[in-house]
């Protein structure tokens, strides 16, 4: 499925890579309850016990946010090489590995995702308003699973979320004023939208047809409410990132 995937980890674009990175670098390793719920948020979506967002550093990964990565990673960097994340940054499109142990990736080292009992790798590629790939929001599970043309559609959805959070927290790096306000409320909502989503899991869980009573409820179901919460994020952050920018 990965075929298409280049012969090396190194893009030739690196060195103007890690300058389009190097800004955000001053966002540090330590943990954000905003990146810390988006990536729950991620991982209900998807149904998956891990989901993480990377930054891809010239000999390292590291991870600013972690949902269910058992000790994120240690000091929560890893070598390049150990890291799938750094080969989701070569692609313009979503990567997916539907089963790892079926067909490792070729470019990162094997037994990482062994040791991590990872069968199902998906992520896309964090772009900046350059074009320039910094890193990747990944999901992550420990089955084998499929992700169809509307889940990895999601996904780069997602993906350009976070990038526009990535952005937001660097404007309020500049303007820490305003820092908590906008952070408070961007976690509100974050949480809103994670009791929605274990509400509606709970209630579809009570019956399989598809007029479920989550359905009744709400008038929609499972997939539409993640597209819904989906696009009401990214409205949002939008709306922050331009508020802050203006």
């Known amino acids: 499925m990965n075929s298409s995937l280049p012969d090396s980890l190194i893009p030739t674009n690196d060195a103007e890579r890690l300058q389009a990175l190097a800004p955000y670098l001053v966002l540090g390793p330590a943990p954000d309850a905003v990146f810390d719920e988006v990536v729950r948020l991620t991982a209900k979506l998807f149904d ?33 090489d150990q890291s799938i994340c750094s080969v989701a940054i070569l692609q313009d499109a979503p990567i997916v590995f539907e089963d790892l142990r079926r067909e490792p990736c070729r ?6 995702a062994e040791a991590l009992d990872m069968r199902f790798y998906a992520a896309s590629p964090l772009r900046n308003a350059a074009g320039y790939a910094i890193g990747a929001l990944c999901v992550i599970g ?3 699973r499929q992700l169809g043309a509307p889940e990895q559609a999601r996904l780069q959805d997602l993906a350009g979320v976070v990038m526009k959070l990535l952005d937001l927290r660097l404007a309020l790096h500049r303007q820490p004023e305003q820092a908590g306000a906008v952070w408070r409320q ?7 939208s994670l009791v929605r ?40 952050v939008t709306a922050a990132l331009a508020m802050v920018a203006g």
Do not use: C, M
Request: glycine letters at 8%; charged letters at 30%; hydrophobic letters at 40%.
């Open 48 to 80: 998956v016990p891990i989901a993480l967002v990377s930054l891809v550093e010239e000999g390292s990964v590291w991870f600013k946010a972690n949902f269910g990565l058992p000790d994120g990673g240690g000091s929560g960097r890893v070598d390049r």
């Open 107 to 112: 470019l990162t080292r094997p037994d990482v």
């Open 142 to 144: 420990r089955e084998p």
């Open 186 to 192: 961007l976690y509100d909502q974050l949480d809103h």
């Open 197 to 236: 989503l274990d509400t509606l899991a709970a209630l579809a869980g009570y019956e399989d047809s598809p007029d479920t009573a989550a359905a009744r409820q709400y008038g929609i179901s499972r997939e539409e409410e993640a597209d819904l919460v989906t696009r009401l994020l990214d409205a949002q």
